[in-house]
């Protein structure tokens, strides 16, 4: 089994990737991408997950770990394997304020509008579910990140049930910093 986070960016993909690990997981990352002001307990990246539109098969490197797969990529995952699917959710309203947050500290002011970028994700979320719902080898948790912030114990609950692994629901909640919960719409 090959498990995976996903989502937009900024929709609590980081934070997830850190729940798991602390609840026992593997996380295939290699900490390229480092911590920072937006993302204090680290991004949890692997870059290589880029590459899954032109080289699929380095998904193998992720059995038996959890590994973070934006949604724009998802669907480059090859058949063959069998997945579980940790799909982060958050309102577009906060992932668009987080984005422009971030965009802002790193010096870049020059943005898509808002209602143009909210079309896309719509559109990009929708065809992703669709897409998803047609790949017998890919199973679907959707966790909405507010809901996890409120009660991290169910959530953490309720993962490892889906994943059918001992983890650590404890320290997996423990993860949860609501002080972190920013750009809140």
């Known amino acids: ?35 920072d002001v937006d993302n204090p307990k680290g991004y949890c990246e692997w870059e ?17 770990k959890v590994v973070k797969v934006i949604s724009q990529l998802l669907l480059s995952v090859p058949p063959g394997r069998n997945y579980k699917v940790i799909f982060m959710e958050r309102p577009l309203p906060e992932v668009l304020a987080s984005q422009d947050e971030m965009l802002k500290r790193r010096g870049k002011t020059d943005s898509v509008s808002h209602d143009v970028l909210t079309k896309a994700f719509t559109n990009h979320l929708r065809e992703i579910g669709e897409a998803l719902q047609k790949r017998s080898e890919i199973e679907v948790l ?10 991290p114990k169910r959530h953490a609950d309720t993962i ?4 059918g692994l001992n983890l650590n629901t404890e320290a997996m909640a423990e993860q949860v910093d609501p002080t972190l919960y920013r750009n809140r719409k």
């Open 142 to 151: 959707r966790i909405g990140y507010r809901r996890l912030l409120q009660d």
């Open 1 to 35: 089994m090959i498990t995976i986070v996903s989502g937009l960016p900024r929709s609590g993909t980081s934070l997830m990737m850190q729940m798991l690990t602390a609840g026992g997981m593997t996380m295939l990352t290699d900490y390229e991408r480092k911590a």
């Open 48 to 64: 290589p997950a880029k590459q899954l539109p032109k080289e699929p098969n380095r998904i193998d490197e992720a059995e038996g």
């Open 160 to 163: 490892k049930e889906f994943l």
